[in-house]
């Protein structure tokens, strides 16, 4: 059993009386060696909530305990805390070695050890040969990994990461990516990571946190918020879906893990199978993830299947896009292709799905923020 | 390399191509060299013509009551050169520079700092009345500063009714008054200087700093004092030059025994009408401008490299 | 021509006066350019601030009522020193026509060639001036005299200071003012030094800086500003230098809170002249205005104003006005600043005060 390293409870930062807080009552437990993603459109309150953690920013109210130990209002130097800002912030008057020493040196490490760890540090991100460097004279993704040894090499009780790969171009944020999450697993550093890149968050974290409108929205591992999103915003944030109201007609039987099969009236569509979380009624939202959708030109003898006119087809390569009208309503889906001809816009087209790929949103409407 | 060819064009040969191409440039750069010409013969008309018939000048020789010799002679130079008198002026100049711009970033610094910093919606407004007292003329400024602190005035009146001293203290028509007058009259220009060299200097540098355990104190001395050096050397330098170049304050507030280069130089041109003397001795503070900037490049590129 | 001038002396100066007509007539332009003389303009050159005022009132603005049609430009200076710098500069293409000034720095001009001279032909009023008013070569006679004085604060002293030994007192140390060289305040006090030391100053003045070095640590500011009278009558200082004339002016514009006083061991006359620019642009009528400054009723308006005491000897004053302008009729211990000894020592004074006797 893991245990708890940090602990939010009812944090909320109001930059100014009569201002909707930017961050509202917020609650989070995170685990030791977890690394959490806060995720979120900008304006949701992710940064704030980062630092708020760091002690960069005072609270209004609620609290922040790390390993037991309340520090709601520690001065940001007492943290211990690493953090690496979205620009680096690799201080430019001095070399690479000593920004990374800077930490230790403020934590009067003696000198030899000082100079073991950097040089431990500057290895583990590959830079060991650039000691000496000034930091201006570094590449974006090298400055990265500068500011992450500087983070890292104080052992933090924290590690605090805002938007670290957003300046890097596309390619390498990828290897970044990879290299964050191999250096966060190995160092077993308790990580949080600011993002609004649904990718990032989705290949990197553990746990991911949802937020929007100063609240968040889900909390949970990556596959959690993919498949079953709690709320309208969570589907439509993650990943691309298919929305379509529903109401529940009845729960025809346990499909594990709290969660029941049920039969539902799809609004214009009529019966249909889906799964949802047990003791669900009435009117809800049916997410269905476009990839998941199946579309044939002819009907495969498939009862469930709906007709529909191919509306627009779009190819990248990998994958196609095809957008199926059926009645006033589009669904988007996702195949790959395949040699064979390309479907047409105006063909007819058949749709189907299984059950278990027909989610029932718990939560109705549009979540709690808006 | 591949050639994009417009319809129905012949193509050009490499060697017509590169011709054309040369001269394109070639009357490029005559236009830019013509577009060059009115802002140099400003200059020539507004500041190299002056220097050269002021560097003329200054080998003449003069004769009391505004006679100038035409000659060609040393003795200008020689005279300031050998006399203890000029060479206790110069270093009483350099000393007044070095006082004024020391204490002049003493006191625009922190509101500088805050000025750089601050993220208030007043920001602009803070600046501007910072940089307000630029809108009146130094004189004015001075005479401000004979009042305030004369025999009766605001400083000593408000001391000895307090109690705290018994006779006026001497802040004026010395040393003293002339320091106080230029630190505040070059603070505006000081305070700008910092500003805008202040470019390294980020809340977020500052704020790394903290998240790696530095206290407020070692914030402020391992990052923000390095990182606005530049911006502290540039004000420094200015309010150096602006006060050893300076006659008015000096003057005003000097009474007579302030003597430095600016105030000599304008009682040799205007009092005594020694013009080829005074010539020279502004040769020779602007050779001692000369030193300084080589000596403040030498540094800022220590600095910044 | 005057009897004082030896026959060689006049032959040449009518020479060059031939010399200077017959150039006149070749440059074509300037019989004309010396214009009519009841119109036109006249280029003034003079001292600023209360002078300018007081003379534009008292002098200039009777001039023009009586010459319509004669303009005045009135260009000041702050000093002597400033007007000859500027009538250098313009010497090869004068563009003023009169000049008043000090004495000491006329008479330099007058060396360099810058003014004319003037006649009672030209000038029939010069007849009113006393031979000790013209000058000894012809040139431009003193249009108003003045001395130097003890400035006072009238309620440090509600009697007049009678010796300029109180600069010396110590209990007044620290509130005194004095115009260093090369004002001629400065070089005036050096000589008055002198004097009261028993030195001949045009010998020596050895004796006299060691009194004045004495004098400087008491010294307030060795350069008033915004000038002498206005240190007294604000309390900066309570014990100046300064001349009569406007100390007088001063005097009553503050209410008698300064006083000016001439001490008994004598002053140094300070004795402007008016003078005629060389190849002056507008000549014919800057000589009616010379004419014109040399008036009674021009005297006598610009002694009232500001207690200048008239040239000529056929100028009227009310008593109140003779009582406070300086006495020309030999009444006053006048110590004589010889203009041609001063041009050649005024540097030398200026440095000596420079860097002997001002201390820090």
């Given at each position: 059993?893991?245990?708890?390293?940090?602990?939010?409870?009812?944090?909320?930062?109001?930059?100014?009386?009569?201002?909707?807080?930017?961050?509202?009552?917020?609650?989070?437990?995170?685990?030791?060696?977890?690394?959490?993603?806060?995720?979120?459109?900008?304006?949701?309150?992710?940064?704030?909530?980062?630092?708020?953690?760091?002690?960069?920013?005072?609270?209004?109210?609620?609290?922040?305990?790390?390993?037991?130990?309340?520090?709601?209002?520690?001065?940001?130097?007492?943290?211990?805390?690493?953090?690496?800002?979205?620009s680096y912030?690799l201080?430019p008057?001095?070399?690479?070695?000593?920004?990374?020493?800077?930490?230790?040196?403020?934590?009067?490490?003696?000198?030899?050890?000082?100079?073991?760890?950097?040089?431990?540090?500057?290895?583990?991100?590959?830079?060991?040969h650039l000691?000496?460097r000034q930091t201006r004279e570094l590449s974006g993704g090298q400055q990265q990994?500068?500011?992450?040894?500087?983070?890292?090499?104080?052992?933090?009780?924290?590690?605090?990461?805002?938007?670290?790969l957003s300046n890097l171009d596309a390619k390498l944020r990828e290897t970044m990516?990879?290299?964050?999450?191999?250096?966060?697993?190995?160092?077993?550093?308790?990580?949080?990571?600011?993002?609004?890149?649904?990718?990032?968050?989705?290949?990197?974290?553990?746990?991911?946190?949802?937020?929007?409108?100063?609240?968040?929205?889900?909390?949970?591992?990556?596959?959690?918020?993919?498949?079953?999103?709690?709320?309208?915003?969570?589907?439509?944030?993650?990943?691309?879906?298919?929305?379509?109201?529903?109401?529940?007609?009845?729960?025809?039987?346990?499909?594990?893990?709290?969660?029941?099969?049920?039969?539902?009236?799809?609004?214009?569509?009529?019966?249909?199978?889906?799964?949802?979380?047990?003791?669900?009624?009435?009117?809800?939202?049916?997410?269905?993830?476009?990839?998941?959708?199946?579309?044939?030109?002819?009907?495969?003898?498939?009862?469930?299947?709906?007709?529909?006119?191919?509306?627009?087809?779009?190819y990248t390569g990998?994958?196609?896009?095809?957008?199926?009208?059926?009645?006033?309503?589009?669904?988007?889906?996702?195949?790959?292709?395949?040699?064979?001809?390309?479907?047409?816009?105006?063909?007819?087209?058949?749709?189907?799905?299984?059950?278990?790929?027909?989610?029932?949103?718990?939560?109705?409407?549009?979540?709690?923020?808006? | 390399m591949t050639t994009l060819q417009a319809p129905g064009q012949t193509p050009l040969r490499p060697a017509e191509a590169g011709e054309l191409e040369k001269a394109t440039e070639k009357r490029n750069r005559r236009a830019y060299l013509a577009l060059l010409i009115p802002g140099l013969l400003g200059l020539l008309v507004s500041f190299v013509f002056p220097l050269a018939?002021?560097?003329?000048?200054?080998?003449?020789?003069?004769?009391?009551?505004?006679?100038?010799?035409?000659?060609?002679?040393?003795?200008?130079?020689?005279?300031?050169?050998?006399?203890?008198?000029?060479?206790?002026?110069?270093?009483?100049?350099?000393?007044?520079?070095?006082?004024?711009?020391?204490?002049?970033?003493?006191?625009?610094?922190?509101?500088?700092?805050?000025?750089?910093?601050?993220?208030?919606?007043?920001?602009?407004?803070?600046?501007?009345?910072?940089?307000?007292?630029?809108?009146?003329?130094?004189?004015?400024?001075?005479?401000?500063?004979?009042?305030?602190?004369?025999?009766?005035?605001?400083?000593?009146?408000?001391?000895?009714?307090?109690?705290?001293?018994?006779?006026?203290?001497?802040?004026?028509?010395?040393?003293?008054?002339?320091?106080?007058?230029?630190?505040?009259?070059?603070?505006?220009?000081?305070?700008?200087a910092?500003?805008s060299g202040?470019g390294r200097?980020s809340?977020?540098?500052?704020?790394?700093?903290?998240?790696?355990?530095?206290?407020?104190?070692?914030?402020?001395?391992?990052?923000?004092?390095?990182?606005?050096?530049p911006?502290?050397?540039t004000?420094?330098?200015?309010?150096?030059?602006?006060?050893?170049?300076?006659?008015?304050?000096?003057?005003?507030?000097?009474?007579?025994?302030?003597?430095?280069?600016?105030?000599?130089?304008?009682?040799?041109?205007?009092?005594?009408?020694?013009?080829?003397?005074?010539?020279?001795?502004?040769?020779?503070?602007?050779?001692?401008?000369g030193?300084?900037i080589a000596?403040y490049q030498r540094?800022t590129r220590k600095i910044g490299g | 021509?005057?009897?004082?001038?030896?026959?060689?002396?006049?032959?040449?100066?009518?020479?060059?006066?031939?010399?200077?007509?017959?150039?006149?007539?070749?440059?074509?332009?300037?019989?004309?350019?010396?214009?009519?003389?009841?119109?036109?303009?006249?280029?003034?050159?003079?001292?600023?601030?209360?002078?300018?005022?007081?003379?534009?009132?008292?002098?200039?603005?009777?001039?023009?009522?009586?010459?319509?049609?004669?303009?005045?430009?009135?260009?000041?200076?702050?000093?002597?020193?400033?007007?000859?710098?500027?009538?250098?500069?313009?010497?090869?293409?004068?563009?003023?026509?009169?000049?008043?000034?000090?004495?000491?720095?006329?008479?330099?001009?007058?060396?360099?060639?810058?003014?004319?001279?003037?006649?009672?032909?030209?000038?029939?009023?010069?007849?009113?001036?006393?031979?000790?008013?013209?000058?000894?070569?012809?040139?431009?006679?003193?249009?108003?005299?003045?001395?130097?004085?003890?400035?006072?604060?009238?309620?440090?002293?509600?009697?007049?200071?009678?010796?300029?030994?109180?600069?010396?007192?110590?209990?007044?140390?620290?509130?005194?003012?004095?115009?260093?060289?090369?004002?001629?305040?400065?070089?005036?006090?050096?000589?008055?030094?002198?004097?009261?030391?028993?030195?001949?100053?045009?010998?020596?003045?050895?004796?006299?800086?060691?009194?004045?070095?004495?004098?400087?640590?008491?010294?307030?500011?060795?350069?008033?500003?915004?000038?002498?009278?206005?240190?007294?009558?604000?309390?900066?200082?309570?014990?100046?230098?300064?001349?009569?004339?406007?100390?007088?002016?001063?005097?009553?514009?503050?209410?008698?809170?300064?006083?000016?006083?001439?001490?008994?061991?004598?002053?140094?006359?300070?004795?402007?002249?008016?003078?005629?620019?060389?190849?002056?642009?507008?000549?014919?009528?800057?000589?009616?205005?010379?004419?014109?400054?040399?008036?009674?009723?021009?005297?006598?308006?610009?002694?009232?104003?500001?207690?200048?005491?008239?040239?000529?000897?056929?100028?009227?004053?009310?008593?109140?006005?003779?009582?406070?302008?300086?006495?020309?009729?030999?009444?006053?211990?006048?110590?004589?600043?010889?203009?041609?000894?001063?041009?050649?020592?005024?540097?030398?004074?200026?440095?000596?005060?420079?860097?002997?006797?001002?201390?820090?």
């Amino acid at each position: 059993m893991s245990q708890t390293k940090l602990s939010i409870v009812d944090l909320t930062k109001r930059y100014a009386a009569g201002l909707e807080p930017a961050v509202d009552r917020l609650n989070m437990q995170v685990e030791e060696g977890h690394l959490v993603a806060l995720l979120g459109p900008s304006g949701c309150g992710k940064t704030t909530t980062l630092r708020m953690v760091a002690g960069l920013m005072d609270p209004t109210a609620g609290s922040i305990t790390v390993d037991g130990k309340e520090i709601t209002h520690t001065p940001v130097n007492k943290r211990g805390m690493g953090m690496v800002f979205q620009s680096y912030a690799l201080f430019p008057h001095m070399n690479v070695e000593q920004n990374v020493a800077f930490g230790l040196q403020m934590r009067q490490t003696p000198k030899a050890e000082q100079k073991k760890r950097v040089a431990a540090a500057l290895d583990m991100v590959q830079l060991g040969h650039l000691g000496k460097r000034q930091t201006r004279e570094l590449s974006g993704g090298q400055q990265q990994r500068i500011a992450l040894a500087r983070a890292l090499v104080v052992e933090p009780t924290l590690l605090l990461l805002d938007e670290p790969l957003s300046n890097l171009d596309a390619k390498l944020r990828e290897t970044m990516r990879t290299e964050i999450r191999s250096i966060q697993q190995r160092t077993r550093a308790t990580t949080l990571f600011v993002t609004h890149d649904q990718d990032e968050a989705l290949d990197m974290a553990d746990r991911i946190a949802v937020m929007n409108g100063g609240l968040i929205e889900q909390f949970g591992s990556p596959t959690e918020v993919y498949e079953r999103p709690r709320t309208h915003f969570v589907a439509n944030f993650i990943g691309q879906a298919n929305f379509l109201q529903a109401t529940v007609v009845s729960e025809v039987g346990p499909a594990g893990a709290g969660e029941s099969h049920y039969k539902v009236d799809i609004e214009g569509l009529g019966g249909f199978g889906a799964v949802g979380s047990a003791g669900l009624s009435g009117s809800h939202e049916l997410v269905i993830r476009p990839h998941r959708l199946k579309v044939t030109v002819a009907n495969a003898a498939d009862r469930d299947a709906i007709k529909g006119t191919i509306e627009r087809v779009s190819y990248t390569g990998d994958a196609l896009s095809v957008a199926v009208k059926v009645g006033g309503k589009t669904f988007n889906t996702q195949l790959l292709t395949s040699s064979g001809d390309l479907p047409r816009p105006g063909d007819t087209a058949y749709l189907s799905w299984s059950p278990e790929d027909a989610y029932i949103l718990p939560v109705n409407g549009k979540g709690p923020a808006s | 390399m591949t050639t994009l060819q417009a319809p129905g064009q012949t193509p050009l040969r490499p060697a017509e191509a590169g011709e054309l191409e040369k001269a394109t440039e070639k009357r490029n750069r005559r236009a830019y060299l013509a577009l060059l010409i009115p802002g140099l013969l400003g200059l020539l008309v507004s500041f190299v013509f002056p220097l050269a018939y002021m560097v003329r000048m200054s080998f003449n020789r003069g004769a009391p009551d505004g006679v100038i010799e035409e000659t060609f002679t040393f003795d200008t130079y020689i005279q300031p050169l050998t006399d203890p008198y000029y060479w206790k002026v110069t270093l009483d100049t350099f000393q007044m520079g070095v006082t004024v711009g020391v204490l002049c970033v003493l006191v625009s610094y922190p509101v500088a700092l805050f000025l750089a910093r601050s993220q208030s919606k007043y920001r602009s407004l803070l600046l501007a009345i910072a940089i307000a007292p630029l809108l009146t003329s130094a004189v004015v400024r001075t005479y401000g500063w004979m009042v305030i602190l004369g025999t009766n005035g605001l400083v000593n009146s408000s001391l000895t009714g307090l109690g705290i001293i018994d006779t006026p203290l001497k802040l004026t028509n010395n040393m003293t008054g002339v320091t106080i007058g230029l630190v505040e009259i070059f603070m505006p220009y000081a305070i700008l200087a910092m500003i805008s060299g202040f470019g390294r200097l980020s809340p977020q540098l500052e704020e790394a700093a903290g998240s790696l355990g530095a206290s407020k104190f070692n914030v402020f001395t391992r990052v923000t004092l390095p990182l606005s050096l530049p911006g502290i050397l540039t004000a420094f330098l200015l309010v150096f030059v602006l006060s050893i170049s300076t006659f008015i304050t000096p003057r005003l507030l000097g009474g007579g025994s302030v003597q430095v280069l600016a105030t000599e130089i304008y009682d040799q041109t205007t009092g005594l009408l020694n013009w080829p003397f005074a010539a020279a001795l502004s040769v020779i503070l602007l050779v001692l401008f000369g030193l300084i900037i080589a000596v403040y490049q030498r540094l800022t590129r220590k600095i910044g490299g | 021509m005057r009897a004082t001038i030896k026959g060689k002396m006049a032959a040449m100066a009518a020479l060059s006066a031939a010399v200077l007509a017959l150039s006149a007539c070749g440059g074509g332009n300037e019989a004309a350019s010396s214009g009519s003389s009841t119109s036109g303009e006249v280029n003034l050159i003079a001292y600023s601030g209360v002078w300018q005022d007081q003379y534009t009132a008292a002098v200039i603005e009777p001039f023009k009522a009586k010459y319509p049609d004669i303009k005045i430009n009135f260009s000041s200076k702050r000093s002597s020193a400033e007007m000859l710098s500027a009538l250098q500069g313009q010497k090869s293409n004068p563009a003023t026509d009169v000049a008043i000034m000090d004495n000491s720095v006329s008479t330099t001009g007058n060396k360099q060639g810058l003014f004319e001279k003037v006649d009672e032909a030209a000038v029939p009023n010069l007849a009113n001036v006393p031979e000790k008013f013209r000058d000894k070569g012809g040139f431009g006679p003193v249009a108003m005299v003045d001395a130097v004085g003890l400035l006072y604060d009238t309620a440090a002293f509600p009697k007049a200071p009678e010796s300029w030994d109180v600069l010396w007192d110590p209990a007044y140390a620290g509130k005194i003012n004095v115009n260093a060289p090369p004002s001629l305040l400065g070089l005036s006090l050096t000589a008055i030094t002198a004097k009261m030391e028993g030195e001949d100053y045009t010998k020596g003045t050895d004796k006299a800086v060691a009194k004045l070095k004495e004098m400087a640590p008491g010294v307030q500011t060795f350069a008033p500003n915004p000038d002498e009278y206005q240190n007294v009558i604000t309390g900066q200082t309570v014990l100046g230098l300064g001349q009569n004339a406007r100390g007088q002016f001063y005097s009553d514009q503050s209410n008698k809170k300064m006083g000016v006083t001439f001490p008994k061991e004598g002053t140094v006359y300070q004795i402007n002249t008016v003078n005629l620019v060389k190849d002056a642009p507008h000549s014919a009528a800057a000589k009616t205005f010379i004419n014109y400054a040399l008036s009674p009723e021009a005297q006598s308006a610009f002694a009232k104003a500001l207690f200048y005491a008239p040239s000529v000897t056929n100028a009227d004053l009310p008593a109140d006005v003779k009582d406070r302008v300086v006495p020309t009729d030999g009444s006053l211990n006048i110590i004589p600043l010889d203009v041609d000894f001063l041009s050649s020592a005024r540097d030398k004074w200026t440095d000596t005060w420079k860097r002997e006797i001002i201390t820090k």
